[in-house]
T-cell receptor, first 114, second 113 residues
Framework: QKEVEQNSGPLSVPEGAIASLNCTYS??????FFWYRQYSGKSPELIMS????GDKEDGRFTAQLNKASQYVSLLIRDSQPSDSATYLC??????????????FGQGTELSVKP | GAGVSQSPRYKVAKRGQDVALRCDPI?????LFWYQQALGQGPEFLTY????????KSGLPSDRFFAERPEGSVSTLKIQRTQQEDSAVYLC???????????FGPGTRLTVT
């Protein structure tokens, strides 16, 4: 059973601080990793994808991947109250001729306090 | 352009009723996925289509669940004889190819009473 693990939180940070969200996965062969943001009552919104070891930056967001440690993280710089949401880590489980379904963690709830 | 759309947004069914949930993917996206999300959990995979072919239905929880995508565009997820444990949000996602990034629709919240 392939698994993705996240701390459920809530993670509370003050406005302007760096929020650090972490995720581990069980399948050493995984190649593709995603972070989705989900506001309460809404559907998941893709914010970052990462495929290679190292860091990938997009605006205030940085995704970090370490395949040797089977660890992926998301850093949010200069956190804003509007960043308050649940952040879902997803790992693609690609099987030839069966597509690439996503396996999700349970999500980490982030609260940014003004 | 237009994103993934789903209808209805909310559905209340009495136990034992059949329901049909519709997904209209992003135009040109060949891959379509259905997921089920329970409250407080991450989405869980149900089934996958590449064009009109259903290539993976390993996540369907029982034979009461059936999905189709007859013309390779719109997809319907049907649940027969609904049970209370079927209450969840049903999410549809599409992708330009099976290795691509997946974009989710707004979901259908199903409540079985």
């Amino acid at each position: 059973q392939k698994e993705v693990e996240q701390n459920s939180g809530p993670l509370s940070v003050p406005e302007g601080a760096i929020a650090s969200l972490n995720c581990t996965y069980s399948d050493r062969g995984s190649q593709s990793f995603f972070w989705y943001r989900q506001y309460s009552g809404k559907s998941p919104e893709l914010i970052m994808s990462i495929y290679s070891n190292g860091d990938k930056e997009d605006g205030r967001f940085t995704a970090q991947l370490n395949k040797a440690s089977q660890y992926v993280s998301l850093l949010i710089r200069d956190s804003q109250p509007s960043d308050s949401a649940t952040y879902l880590c997803a790992v693609r489980d690609f099987i030839y001729n069966q597509g690439g379904k996503l396996i999700f963690g349970q999500g980490t709830e982030l609260s940014v306090k003004p | 352009g237009a994103g993934v759309s789903q209808s209805p947004r909310y559905k209340v069914a009495k136990r034992g009723q059949d329901v049909a949930l519709r997904c209209d993917p992003i135009s040109g996206h060949v891959s379509l996925f259905w997921y089920q999300q329970a409250l407080g959990q991450g989405p869980e995979f149900l089934t996958y289509f590449q064009n009109e072919a259903q290539l993976d239905k390993s996540g369907l929880p029982s034979d009461r669940f059936f999905a189709e995508r007859p013309e390779g565009s719109v997809s319907t997820l049907k649940i027969q004889r609904t049970q209370q444990e079927d209450s969840a949000v049903y999410l549809c996602a599409s992708s330009p190819q099976n290795r691509g990034e997946q974009y989710f629709g707004p979901g259908t919240r199903l409540t079985v009473t």
